[in-house]
């Protein structure tokens, strides 16, 4: 059965390796669904990892359906991974009603070229799981991470099962709440392949900052934080 580790750290990826994972999925900022890492990221475990690599392509948080030029951001990181040879690409496009949008799909998969391409889990969004199935297949989908559409994948169990016996063509991996104590669970329900993180939190300062960085109200799932026009140029005006 074939381990994937999302990774979202250098070390994290190390970890993998160490462990014996088979596969990881590279991304940054776990706490929002994952973003692309950077360039120093990607530099980084290209150099130092050896297992294969897949990279997450998703320019930011909130939903999967995005704008012209987020669209080129993507294929533009699309063509860094395939120049510094990494295994394959996880990523994909849903249209605002979180129906697949088969044609950026359909794109991006042939940006990535030669690279293996993973549906990501935009597809636990979608409202007709079966039919989006046979639709990413046509396209081309190597495979599909997915929680069952549910907070978990055991939870999701049961979808996932159908989906798996649904199409041989196309891998289902399970992802999300998976760890040491249900990961057989998914062996003997047949899986080829499974996803986690399996992260744990180091504490790194000595005090406990007196003013946090992080903020929750930034964190939407249908929505996204872009910079206000007209509040933007009023404080200009105030100030020049």
Not at 200 to 211: D, G, I, M, Q, S
Request: glycine share 6%; hydrophobic share 40%.
């Amino acid at each position: 059965m074939l381990v994937e580790v999302c990774a979202n750290s250098l070390q994290s990826a190390i970890n993998a390796q160490e462990a014996g994972a088979d596969r990881i999925e590279l991304c940054s900022e776990l706490a929002v669904g994952g973003i692309t890492p950077s360039y120093g990221l990607l530099k980084a475990v290209r150099e130092k990892i050896t297992i294969p690599v897949n990279v997450l392509i998703r320019p930011r948080s909130g939903d999967f359906s995005f704008s012209k030029d987020e669209f080129e951001i993507m294929k533009t990181n699309i063509a860094l991974c395939s120049e510094l040879g990494f295994n394959g690409i996880v990523s994909g496009a849903l249209h605002r009603d979180c129906s697949l949008d088969s044609d950026r799909t359909s794109e991006l998969i042939a940006a990535s070229g030669d690279l293996s391409f993973t549906f990501h889990r935009a597809f636990d969004w979608v409202k007709n799981p079966y039919q989006v199935l046979e639709q990413l297949a046509d396209l081309g989908v190597a495979t599909i991470l997915s929680s069952g559409q549910q907070n978990s994948a055991v939870l999701g169990m049961e979808l996932l099962s159908k989906l798996q016996s649904q199409n041989e063509n196309i891998v289902i991996m399970p992802g999300s709440g998976i760890n040491q104590n249900n990961a057989s669970e998914f062996k003997q329900k047949g899986f080829k392949a499974l996803h986690l993180s399996a992260a744990r939190f180091y504490k790194t300062l000595e005090t406990e900052p007196a003013v946090p960085m992080n903020s929750a109200s930034f964190l939407y799932d249908n929505g996204v934080a872009v910079s206000n026009l007209e509040i933007l140029t009023a404080v200009v005006n105030a100030v020049k």
